[in-house]
């Protein structure tokens, strides 16, 4: 499979794992925000795969870019542009590597440069942070998901909705970190690293 098969695949299988697992999202959401997660990012899946069923993409950066764009369009809440600003960056640093690490490393800073979060706020960056680094220096593995999942359940949520919580935010695993994770299994399934 060529490259840009492989990351149509990366983004197909994680549309399926977030639609298979909506009510898991919205269940966490529920708990420390307003339960739509999961709504939010099925509803972004179903869009994007309407839009790769019409376009054939020679050219990685053209395919993140759509799928970027798609979420900011159709998906509501934090997560719509949050995610969107990530795939509209790695469609900007796609165009210089093919390097997943830098691509990926790119999209945390357009999540960061957004939602202004840091390592430690119970957000995305929490599983994307950990999960990147493990990427570059090639040591990624599915226990790295689920550790850095599992680690933002003790954090106390400082940005989003989950942060008018306050330590009430404590115990549960942030949904934009599980929703991450599933991005990250779906990278190890796609067999592009
Ligand atoms: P909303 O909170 O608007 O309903 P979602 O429920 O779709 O949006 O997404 C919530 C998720 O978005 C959170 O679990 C968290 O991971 C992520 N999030 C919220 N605010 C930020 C932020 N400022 N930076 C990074 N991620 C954030
Ligand atoms: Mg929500
Ligand atoms: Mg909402």
């Known amino acids: 499979m060529s490259m840009i098969e492989k990351v149509s695949k990366w ?3 994680f549309g399926e794992k977030v639609t298979q697992n909506k009510e898991t999202l919205n269940k966490l ?16 899946a179903a869009a994007i795969r309407e839009k790769a069923e ?25 997560s719509g542009p949050l ?8 469609a900007k640093k796609a ?7 830098e691509i990926l490393e790119a999209g945390l800073n357009g999540i ?3 939602g202004k979060a840091e390592v430690g706020e119970k957000t995305m960056v929490d599983e994307w942070a950990p999960v990147i680094d493990h990427i570059k220096s090639g040591s ?18 400082t940005k989003g909705r989950a942060s008018y919580l306050g330590d009430r935010s404590i115990g549960h695993i942030d949904p934009g970190a599980q929703s991450s994770a599933y991005f990250f299994e779906a990278l ?5 690293l």
């Open 54 to 78: 019409e376009t054939t993409y020679d050219n990685l950066s053209k395919l993140f870019q759509d799928v970027g764009m798609t979420l900011v369009s159709k998906v509501g809440g934090a």
């Open 188 to 192: 190890l399934d796609s067999g592009v």
């Open 11 to 13: 983004i197909e299988l």
């Open 140 to 157: 990624f593995t599915d226990e790295i998901i689920q550790e850095s999942l599992q680690n933002t359940k003790e954090m106390k949520a």
């Open 29 to 44: 959401d529920t708990a420390i925000g307003d339960g739509d997660h999961g709504s939010n990012l099925t509803r972004g």
């Open 83 to 90: 995610y969107g600003s990530a795939f509209i960056e790695m």
């Open 95 to 101: 165009k210089e590597t093919e390097d997943i690490g």
């Open 112 to 114: 960061q440069k957004r």
